[in-house]
Structures are given as structure tokens and as C-alpha cells.
């Protein structure tokens, strides 16, 4: 959420910021057109009269876009008081999990982020979705394999066939 605030607070600021100074620069040009042709009387009244409309439509712009990069500031200000990380504190560490392993040729599992030293179950079952001619029906239980994390909390699985099943793990 706090992440979500800060992009959002930042995009509102951004194009605030570059929509004010657009309508700034552009009041401006229209002014000084309107100050360099129409006081000397050289154009024509319905000109000038279209210029001085332009530099209020501008200006009405400037003070629009001010507002809307205010905004962007209060949100960027709300994010940045609320309290906690921005991302997942490290040192974070899973109890469980599941994930669908894809249809790869590989031979070995890693999973990291684990309390160091703990057992954990590994279940392999039938994904609910496969790309492969011949899946494992989906829930089936194809395997229960218990290992230890290591010091590091780093859990290795050397397994042949480890494609296109889904893995549930939890700390026992």
C-alpha cells in the first residue's frame, strides 16, 4: 500500500509540476504576443481579443495543474507517514508456501527465505493447470519428501522430473 501511495503521490506531482510550468510558459508567450501586436493597434480586435482569452485560459490552467500536483504532494506526505517497511523487511522468513513448477527439464529445487535449521514438508501433487500431454491428474498427491533447511535457511531438492507438478511446503 505505502508503495502504491508513492507512485501515485509522485505521478500526481510530476504531471502537476510539468502541466503548471506548460501553462506558465504558454500564458506568457501569449502575453508577450499579445503586448507586442495588439498595443500598438497592428492586428485587428477579434485577435487580440483571442490572445487576452488564451492568457486567462492558461493562466486557469497554471492554478489547475498547481492544485493537482499539491495533491500529488499531500499523498506522497500521507505515504511517507505510514509506518512500516516499503518492501517485505528483510529477514522475513516463510512458513509455508505453494507454487506450480512449470513443464522444465530440471533436476533440483531451491528455496531460500526459510528459518534456518527447521524441517519442512515438501508435497508434490497435480497442478491444476498443465501444458503437458500426459499431467499428473490435478490435487494427486506424486510425492512427500521432509528435509531441513540449512544454516542459511536455504532448503536444496535434487529430484529428477520436477516440472509441471505443484509444491506445497511448510515448516513442521
Known amino acids: 500500500m505505502k508503495l502504491v501511495l508513492l507512485i501515485v503521490g509522485l505521478v500526481f506531482l510530476t504531471v502537476g509540476l510539468l502541466g503548471a510550468l506548460y501553462g506558465v510558459v504558454a500564458a506568457s ?10 498595443t500598438t493597434g497592428q492586428m485587428p480586435p477579434q485577435f487580440c481579443a483571442a490572445l487576452l482569452s488564451s492568457v ?12 493537482f500536483a499539491v495533491i500529488g504532494l499531500a499523498i506522497l506526505v500521507a505515504a511517507l507517514a505510514i509506518k512500516g517497511p516499503l518492501f517485505a523487511a528483510a529477514g522475513t ?10 513443464d522444465l527439464p530440471c533436476d533440483a529445487l531451491i528455496a531460500s527465505g526459510l528459518q534456518p535449521d527447521e524441517l519442512y514438508e515438501l508435497s508434490f501433487s497435480g497442478p491444476n493447470v498443465s501444458s503437458s500431454p500426459a499431467p499428473v491428474p490435478p490435487g494427486v498427491l506424486v510425492d512427500t ?20 507438478l505443484s509444491l506445497r511446503i511448510a515448516r513442521i
Open 145 to 164: 519428501v521432509r528435509l531441513r533447511a540449512n544454516n542459511k535457511g536455504v532448503l536444496r531438492l535434487e529430484r529428477p522430473h520436477l516440472g509441471n
Open 93 to 102: 522468513v516463510a512458513s509455508a508456501g505453494e507454487v506450480s513448477l512449470p
Open 29 to 38: 508567450g501569449a502575453q508577450t504576443e499579445y503586448d507586442f501586436f495588439c
Open 56 to 67: 486567462s485560459t492558461y493562466q486557469a490552467l497554471t492554478v489547475g495543474m498547481a492544485v
